[in-house]
């Protein structure tokens, strides 16, 4: 049962624009968010995180959004550089447990 | 910030031998010690935690007498995956829970693949 989600296995943007990577999650128990960057044959390597009593977290060019009514959050990217490309997962962890919660990942590609 | 070292990272073995992976928390005590499991487009998926000082807790699923844990000190958990299967080849990568930051701190992952 695959409680985050992922829909959009890859997605390309070209340099200098904004990048939109989205997760759904279907379990209201989650009350951490966090997303990770994930180059072949290497660990996520941790990019932002928000908690559910917010609805917005910014760090440089990365932004999260968490809309928990529609249990969606995303990230955004601006503006997207070749560097960023990379698989990226969003994650989840339910409250009063550690574990996480991964989706499938999304592969972004930004087009120099 | 925190790291967790992870070895081998990438080992090919035979059918019916036993791989041992080994995660260490370098500059930082890990009493728990989450391994993951992710096969190829799939997400990472938990295999089980390990506790320094008592048993691990395996998921739903998961073989705990073929994929042994062991968290033998603060700063060391292993995991064994014995008589090894061509199915069990797979990405297997541990996590330490968060620490400064909010970031679960991920080892660099180990590629096994059974011949």
């Known amino acids: 049962d695959q409680q985050v989600k992922q829909n959009s296995p890859s997605l390309s ?100 | 910030g925190a790291v967790v070292s992870q070895h081998p990272s990438r080992v090919i073995c035979k059918s019916g031998t036993s791989v041992k992976i080994e995660c260490r928390s370098l500059d930082f005590q890990a009493t728990t010690m989450f391994w993951y499991r992710q096969f190829p487009k799939q997400s990472l998926m938990l295999m089980a935690t ?11 699923g998961v073989e705990k007498d073929k994929f042994l ?22 990405f297997y990568i541990c996590s330490a829970p968060p620490g400064q930051g909010g970031g679960y701190t991920f080892g660099s992952g180990t590629r096994l693949t059974v011949v």
């Open chain 1, 13 to 112: 943007v070209q340099e200098g624009r904004i990048s939109i990577l989205n997760c759904d999650y279907t379990n209201s128990m989650f009350d951490y968010f966090l997303w990770y960057k994930k180059y072949p044959a290497e660990g996520p390597t941790f990019l932002i995180s928000i908690s559910s009593i917010k609805d917005k977290n910014e760090d440089g060019r990365f932004t999260v959004f968490l809309n928990k009514s529609a249990k969606h959050l995303s990230l955004h990217i601006v503006p997207s550089q070749p560097g960023d490309s990379a698989v990226y997962f969003c994650a989840a962890k339910r409250t009063g447990a550690n574990n996480l919660f991964f989706g499938t990942g999304t592969r972004l590609t930004v087009i120099p």
């Open chain 2, 50 to 60: 390990s506790n320094e000082g008592s048993k691990a807790t395996y998921e739903q």
């Open chain 2, 69 to 90: 844990i062991n968290h033998a000190s603060l700063t060391l958990s292993t995991l064994t995956v014995t008589s090894a299967h061509p199915e069990d080849s797979s």
